[in-house]
RNA sequence: CCGGGUGUGGCGAAGUUUGGUAUCGCGCUUGACUGGGGGUCAAGAGGCCGUGGGUUCAAGUCCCGCCACUCGGACCA
């Protein structure tokens, strides 16, 4: 039997989940810690699968007419303060700066935990009339918030996101925005990450502080737990007042903006960890895989292997296919097992008997499949096999989902499911605040959301055999 | 913030019970042979033992404080 190198640090998620992922995110070379308390470096592989769900979100944000800006990071206490219970929300996890220089400020600055204040306080300075509306703002940046608990990609004191803030003339369009982006999230999950997730709306208790209504997708990881991979926010006009954003409308009266805000987080790439990888590594969506094909030449030193190996490529890169050549002098099987860890969708291995046979082996990372292939046909096999692996990660990340998604007519039966079972629990609710409340006391799970597609499973809560007003999903969360 | 665990070359560990001047594997460097699942051999480099204090002739080892990471919980998106 070959040696265990590398892998053997790696704890099969059968027997610790949470320390599997945090292997895999140290293996995989996503992450590492810095010297500050809370905080982590992206490394270099991490970053780059940041930058591919950046460029593909944004260009969907920009199809619908987003614009990118770029706000100050840090905001003075009086603003943050004009609404309560934004303030009251986030105060726990702000952190100040209280110095510049030498000097002490006469006023501390936060550092952004969100940024909403900003947003407000400078169309309050720009919106004059209703001609200017809609704005449809968008910002990359990372935000600071001062958790207790950290853990790479997951929650962390520093994170990167995209926070969407637009205001409009009415609310009919404000809401129709959040769904909008609430969709546009799902659909980038689905298309992009193949995740799939459940589309609701939030309950009071777990929405976002100011916020009228809070829409989340949430999805379900390996170990059946949930992780909110982005939310959509109604604001109605309450910023707008708490701001004083105004503009003169079409009658000629002074109107409150309706506004919005969205976003979505590097936590995205934590989902896709947990979504799909396994006890080889990460296994990473084709369309955002830093990385799509890895090239490993065997026997490398024959003549005319390198040469075929470097042409193949070449051949691949021009067809717009991120392509990486490992001519290192590492073993085959090193190269195999190093690039299976990083999540690789596929291997293409080259060697004089194929080249005998023009042809080449394409190896799928997500089921290990060996796949004979023509050199004639490669380009049109590759971007094949990348939307194979695609589909079939997305369906077999759908089977987890729905095979651990139930319901329940009691919280009796909910308790027992989640304990036995994990994963989603259906019910209906009252939509009562102490039913939420004892679900989590008693059963150990929050309220993820209610559904946007609501089912009728009975007529009462079965919490507390009240009326029930919706159906709703229950889990434990990350 | 509460409770458990862990800090020893880049990584993983042994050594701590019974204080005596740091050991092993991997990785790294150089060279040769190899190469279809983590190859072999040879020669090398690399450590203020998390940190601050204390006890002692002597501390990786004993005592006290602190810090970080990690697992679980609470809090929180």
């Not at 990888?277 to 030193?301: C, E, F, K, M, S």
């Not at 050199?375 to 989902?401: F, I, P, R, W």
Request: aromatic share 10%.
């Amino acid at each position: 039997m070959a040696k265990e190198k590398n892998v053997e640090r790696i704890t099969n998620m059968e027997d610790d989940f949470a320390q599997w992922y945090t292997d895999i995110c140290r293996q995989a070379e996503l992450v590492e810690y810095a010297s500050v308390k809370g905080f982590t470096i992206l490394r270099p592989y991490g970053y780059a699968i940041w930058e591919n769900i950046q460029r593909l979100m944004d260009a969907e944000f920009k199809k619908t007419g987003h614009e990118n800006v770029a706000m100050p990071v840090l905001i003075p206490e009086s603003l943050l303060k004009k609404e309560g219970e934004l303030v009251n929300g986030f105060a726990p996890e702000v952190a100040w700066v209280t110095m510049g220089g030498s000097e002490e400020l006469e006023e501390r600055l936060a550092f952004r935990p969100t940024s909403e204040t900003m947003f407000c306080d400078h169309w309050s300075s720009i919106l004059q009339t209703y001609r200017q509306l809609p704005m449809l703002y968008n910002q990359w940046c990372s935000v600071i918030r001062w958790e207790k608990t950290t853990r790479p990609f997951l929650r962390s004191r520093e994170f990167w996101w995209q926070e969407g803030h637009t205001i409009h003339e009415t609310a009919e369009e404000a809401i129709a925005e959040t769904e909008q982006q609430l969709n546009c999230y799902a659909d980038f999950c689905r298309d992009v990450l193949a995740i799939p997730v459940v589309k609701g709306r939030k309950t009071d208790k777990e929405k976002f502080a100011g916020a009228e209504a809070t829409y989340t997708i949430e999805a379900m990881m390996k170990d059946h737990k949930a992780l909110q991979s982005a939310t959509s926010h109604y604001f109605g006009d309450k910023f707008s007042r708490a701001y004083d954003v105004t503009f003169t409308g079409r009658d000629n009266t002074t109107q409150y903006p309706f506004q919005t805000s969205w976003g979505s987080t590097t936590r995205l790439i934590g989902a896709v960890i947990m979504t799909h990888g396994d006890n080889n590594g990460l296994v990473l969506p084709p369309r955002v895989a830093p990385i799509q094909v890895v090239i490993v030449p065997i026997a490398a030193h024959k003549p005319g292997v390198l040469e075929k190996a470097g042409e193949l490529r070449d051949r691949l890169a021009a067809a717009g296919i991120r392509v990486k050549l490992e001519d290192s002098d590492q073993s085959p099987g090193w190269k195999f097992a190093q690039y299976e860890m990083k999540g690789v969708p596929l291997r293409l291995e080259i060697g004089p008997k194929d080249m005998e046979a023009d042809q080449c082996v394409l190896v799928r990372r997500n089921d290990g499949e060996k796949l004979p292939t023509a050199l004639a046909e490669l380009e049109s096999a590759v971007q094949t096999q990348l939307d194979t692996v695609h589909e079939m990660m997305y369906q077999k990340a759908l089977e987890n989902l729905q095979e651990h998604t139930y319901e329940a007519y009691s919280i009796e039966e909910a308790k027992q499911l989640q304990a036995e079972k994990g994963g989603f629990i259906k019910t209906m609710w009252c939509g009562d605040l102490e039913c939420e409340l004892k679900m989590k006391e008693e059963g150990g799970m929050s309220s993820r959301c209610m559904p946007l597609e609501q089912e009728h499973l009975s007529d009462v809560c079965p919490i507390c055999g009240k009326k029930a007003k919706y159906s709703i999903i229950w889990g434990v969360a990350y």
